[in-house]
């Protein structure tokens, strides 16, 4: 049976690539040979860099088991005075039952449901209110209407009065 030219070309280019690969195994094989088994290895060092050198044994430093902790540290549980903030009702739908109160602290957007609410509010109204993490983001509850019953920090002294002479001949003039 006779061979096309197309078969053959195939065919040695199959050889060609299988000798390449051999030879390209071999170069791996005599350079892992000739390698410092030094040059395999890597270190860290105390800050965290990765370098060629082995760590000097004088830093060394014993660190306690009890120490270490793995995941995320527990937390503190919060004040539940810093849990209530205060903000505006920029947008409620009604008929949707959901909202959005800007946080007058920090500026942001936090979402209100209407099962969130204590009693019923309506846009630019003041609130104050809870925040809980839900699995959308920031979610607010226990929304009320803030009534102004925070205390005033500074004591405020009342102004002196300021009493001004009227002129009669500017105040003819004002009402023509």
Known sequence: MAETWNKKEREKKKKQKKKQKE???QDRLETAKSKDPNDIFSYVDEYGNVSSTPPDPTKKFAI???????????????????????GTVTFFNTSKGYGFIEDAESKQSVFVHVNGLEEEV???????FEVEMGPKGASAYNV???RGEKKPDKKVEPKAEVKAEVNPEISDEVKD
């Open 64 to 86: 306690k088991l009890e120490d270490v902790e793995i995941g995320v540290p527990k937390r503190q549980a919060a004040d539940p005075a810093d849990l209530i903030r205060r």
């Open 122 to 128: 309506k846009e630019f109204s003041k609130v104050i």
């Open 144 to 146: 009320k209407i803030d």
């Open 23 to 25: 030879e390209r195994k």
